[in-house]
């Protein structure tokens, strides 16, 4: 048989494959896979459901991710795609796998982290499964979230002359992963030094300590907007909007000066990461967990001063790709370039 390494696949490939052989056979499935979650219709409301996994060594190194916070953020990475989806979390389940070198203690440290998300969230940990595992800490949540049917947020709804729009800041989280594996080696190095990480606490804590923009979801609610499209910004904003894109078969542009930048990432790259630029941590980064969405023009006047939304670009149908209009008036495209699983053969 003809052999087809997954590393020539890629992630999403392989995701399209399963896509492509999965059938539906109940109607109460109203969504299955190619969103941030699926969606099953639940009487007058929909259930939504995700799932993400978390590997030691690929998601996660221990010589530097206190085990509370990546109980925490076990948590909120699930949480993201239910706000992605415009829905309200309710309960989670998760399972882990222990390898014999974590104590007891050990993982209470990493519960302490779960149930303190749970409790910021408002969620119900509700089950799960504990296993043995040979190598590393293996972590699988699911989220289950409600909504009404109407309030449900996909991402490939995104309309021509819709507004893009992104929460908070972009590019730090990926800044901060850059910070603390150079601490490592420097710590590898010289086992006697002490991290400085002092001066870098808003990049860290971006990359240990994300949040699930849930607070916007509830403003949505409140000032009577459901976005036209939305998607969570976990493998960088290029990735996501190429996803909604693609899903919603229209174009996009964005523009490099209205890309969400913070004063202190910036700052940080200045002065000890000259070789990366900002709008590439921005766009090719990820793990930031904001949220990428479009809007009609009817309901920007809604949001049009809220000081943690950047209107960042507007859809095109009639353009193919999505395009980023550069500071220097350049026009250029937009490729996801984040993240790559499977790199290495299996």
Not at 254 to 276: A, G, V
């Amino acid at each position: 048989m003809k052999r087809t390494e997954l590393n020539a696949l890629g992630e999403f490939g392989l995701i399209k494959e399963i896509q492509d052989n999965a059938k539906l056979h109940h109607s109460e499935t109203l969504k299955g896979i190619g969103d941030d979650a699926a969606v099953i219709e639940a009487g007058d409301h929909v259930k939504v459901v995700t799932t993400d996994m978390l590997v030691e060594g690929v998601h996660f190194d221990l010589s530097y991710v206190p085990l509370k916070h990546l109980g925490y953020k076990s948590v909120v990475v699930n949480i993201s795609d239910i706000a992605a989806m415009n829905a309200i979390p309710k309960q989670i389940t998760m399972s882990v796998a222990i390898s014999n070198r974590f104590s007891k203690e050990a993982i209470d440290e990493f519960y302490e982290g779960v149930f303190t998300a749970c409790e910021q969230y408002k969620v119900d940990l509700i089950g799960g499964d504990t296993t043995s595992s040979r190598s590393g800490f293996v972590i699988s949540v699911t989220a289950i979230g409600e909504a009404k049917k109407e309030e449900v947020v996909y991402r490939n709804t995104a309309k021509d002359k819709d507004i893009i729009c992104a929460t908070g800041d972009l590019g730090g989280a990926y800044v901060g992963l850059q910070v603390l594996e150079r601490e490592k080696q420097e710590f590898l190095s010289n086992p006697n030094m002490q991290p400085q990480l002092d001066r870098f606490e808003y990049v860290v804590m971006r990359q240990l300590k994300p949040e699930a923009r849930m607070d916007l979801i509830h403003e949505f609610r409140e000032l009577g907007i459901v976005p036209t499209s939305m998607i969570d910004i976990s493998d960088g904003l290029a990735s996501e909007i190429l996803h909604i894109t693609r899903s919603s078969g229209v174009g996009a542009v964005l523009f490099e000066d209205k890309l969400p930048i913070e004063k202190q990432m910036l700052e940080t790259l200045t002065s000890e990461f000259e070789n990366l630029s900002a709008s590439t941590c921005v766009l090719n980064g990820g793990e930031d967990y904001e949220l990428l969405f479009t809007i009609s023009q009817e309901d920007y006047e809604k949001i049009k001063t809220h000081k943690d939304i950047s209107f960042i670009g507007y859809i095109d149908s009639n353009m193919k790709g999505v395009k980023l209009k550069t500071r220097a008036e350049q026009i250029i495209d937009v490729e996801a370039q984040g993240w790559v699983h499977f790199r290495d053969s299996l």
